[in-house]
């Protein structure tokens, strides 16, 4: 079975930091692409990050360019995301999801395991 949970979230101030962590079980992280994607209140589910250890790529939306960081740990099938600095607008349900891969994918189109989504709400 393929399980990905999503811990981490919580209530931050502006200017904040929170790591997600993702856990990975089922499937190996060495043939899977990793990605985060988010869904604020009345909008759509977007990408925002990806991580393919196959070939090491790893693509950011511009919106958490230069704030957000994705890392993995193989021996521990986990993925993180490092958010810092957070602002009102990264508010949203954090999800991560993997599908079979040799690079990133950035759609939601392309996912096929999904976890159960961890939130994350920013305040002034």
């Known amino acids: 079975e393929v399980q990905l949970v999503e811990s981490g979230g919580g209530l931050v101030q502006a200017g904040g930091s929170l790591r997600l962590s993702c856990a990975v079980s089922?499937?190996?992280?060495?043939?899977?692409?990793i990605g985060w994607f988010r869904q604020a209140p009345g909008k759509v589910r977007e990408g925002i990050s990806c991580?393919?250890?196959?070939?090491?790529?790893?693509w950011y939306d511009d919106s958490v360019k230069g704030r957000f960081t994705i890392s993995s740990d193989s021996a521990k099938n986990m993925v993180y995301l490092e958010m810092k600095p957070l602002k009102l607008e990264d508010t949203a349900v954090y999800y991560c999801?993997?599908?079979?891969?040799?690079?990133?994918?950035?759609?939601?189109?392309?996912?096929?395991?999904w976890g159960q989504g961890t939130q994350v709400t920013v305040s002034s």
């Open positions: 999801a993997a599908v079979i891969a040799t690079t990133t994918k950035k759609f939601e189109q392309e996912y096929d395991y």
């Open positions: 089922g499937i190996s992280l060495d043939d899977h692409a």
């Open positions: 991580f393919s250890s196959y070939d090491g790529a790893i």
